[in-house]
């Protein structure tokens, strides 16, 4: 059975920083494209980041661009968010999914395998 546990979400201040962790059980990243996505009120699930493991390339929205770092822990199994001078914008709940493709996906639908979701709040 596969799992996908977000961790490290919380309440930050704007300029203030959070490592977002994605641990999986039940499959293995490497064969795997990793997406962050996120979806605040009234709004639609973006997709702020993503990381093919097989292609070895990444992908970030433009809003997080410069601020947003994907990486991965192949010993872990574990697919990182490091997320830098945040904003109130960023507000959201955010999940990590994966698709067994070797390219960098941004269309959440596609996806196989989701998380729970983490919140993220940042206050100004």
């Known amino acids: 059975q596969v799992q996908l546990v977000e961790s490290g979400g919380g309440l930050v201040q704007a300029g203030g920083s959070l490592r977002l962790s994605c641990a999986a059980s039940g499959l293995t990243f490497s064969s795997y494209t990793v997406g962050w996505f996120r979806r605040a009120p009234g709004k639609e699930r973006e997709c702020v980041a993503g990381?093919?493991?097989?292609?070895?390339?990444?992908y970030y929205a433009d809003s997080v661009k410069g601020r947003f770092t994907i990486s991965p822990d192949n010993a872990k199994n574990t697919v990182y968010l490091q997320m830098n001078s945040l904003k109130p914008e960023d507000t959201a709940v955010y999940y990590c999914?994966?698709?067994?493709?070797?390219?960098?996906?941004?269309?959440?639908?596609?996806?196989?395998?989701w998380g729970q979701g983490t919140q993220v709040t940042v206050s100004s």
């Open positions: 990381i093919s493991w097989t292609g070895g390339s990444t």
């Open positions: 999914a994966a698709i067994r493709t070797p390219l960098v996906v941004v269309t959440w639908a596609r996806y196989d395998y």
